[in-house]
């Protein structure tokens, strides 16, 4: 059971959000949460925080050495992810007006 928790525990925190995320993945990582553990579907806390958007928590899961690497379950890497949620309007993948500029992303990978 402990592993499983140590498993998904980013993965949740990513996707709950709010101001103190940062804090409680740092606290979550210090006693042993897996930086790459992945859901029931595969997904990693990186895979998540591309997909809500939560772009400061993707810079840090980063930053901290999570691997860009690791698909979920349907063979989709982090990065896939943004097709689904970086876009406003239109029907799907690519279709409508990007939600945040260039200048509005910070870098996810270090350097």
């Given at each position: 059971m402990r592993e499983q928790i140590g498993c998904v525990a980013l993965v949740r925190a990513v996707q709950a959000g709010g101001p103190h995320c940062a804090q409680?993945?740092?606290?979550?990582?210090?006693?042993?949460?897996?930086?790459?553990?992945?859901?029931y579907d595969g997904r990693t806390a990186l895979h998540q925080a591309i997909r809500y958007n939560r772009l400061g928590e993707a810079a840090w899961l980063v930053g901290r050495g999570a691997h860009?690497?690791?698909?979920?379950?349907?063979?989709?890497?982090?990065?896939?992810?943004?097709?689904?949620?970086?876009?406003?309007?239109?029907?799907?993948?690519?279709?409508?007006?990007?939600?945040?500029?260039?200048?509005?992303?910070?870098?996810l990978l270090p350097g």
């Open positions: 409680v993945m740092e606290l979550l990582l210090a006693a042993g949460a897996l930086l790459d553990g992945q859901d860009l690497d690791i698909p979920d379950f349907e063979g989709l890497l982090p990065l896939h992810q943004v097709g689904g949620v970086g876009w406003e309007g239109g029907g799907g993948r690519g279709e409508g007006r990007p939600r945040l500029t260039v200048s509005e992303t910070p870098p």
